[in-house]
């Protein structure tokens, strides 16, 4: 990933090398804008940057409370992992003249970064619990899809 990160920031900083400084601004600013939605996209759709999908939550134990405990363990079941990190509260994108970055916020940071790397964490952060280990599910990463939707807002500045 670090290569194509690489080669990526090469070819964009000959294209933006081309650019008048408000123009510079203004394409980092749309693509940060870009890839703030297509990561947001990607993490409702629950995929890796690569096309896999995520590794399902475990299965929570049965037989702990009564017929509403189970209910609710099956609606969470059922959800989607991460619904409220990729909303616009906690997915930011960040850019000046030079440089764009798309990161989270706060606690989010946090455990998007267990989860980024498969680390221990807490289960629950509000009350004394067991840690676990994550299962890795890569949250932010650049797909090809990315990588053209940057070249072509610069292009597209450049073009007129």
Do not use: C, W
Request: charged share 30%; no cysteine; aromatic share 4%.
């Amino acid at each position: 990933m670090e290569a194509d990160l690489a080669e990526l920031e090469k070819v964009l900083q000959t294209m933006i090398d081309g650019l008048a400084p408000g123009q510079r601004r203004r394409a980092t600013r749309m693509i940060a804008a870009e890839l703030r939605r297509s990561q947001s996209d990607r993490i409702a759709a629950q995929l890796n940057p690569d096309g896999s999908p995520f590794e399902p939550r475990k299965p929570r134990k049965k037989g702990v409370g009564g017929r509403a405990a189970a209910r609710a363990r099956a609606s969470v079941s059922r959800k989607a992992m991460f619904a409220k990190l990729r909303t616009s509260r906690f997915l930011k994108a960040r850019s000046d003249a030079d440089s764009v970055e798309v990161g989270f916020a706060g606690r989010a940071a946090q455990i998007a970064r267990v989860h980024q790397e498969g680390l221990r964490d807490k289960v629950d952060a509000k009350r004394s619990s067991a840690e676990a280990t994550y299962p890795i599910r890569r949250i932010l990463g650049l797909t090809g899809d990315d990588r053209q939707r940057a070249l072509d807002v610069v292009a597209s500045l450049l073009g007129g």
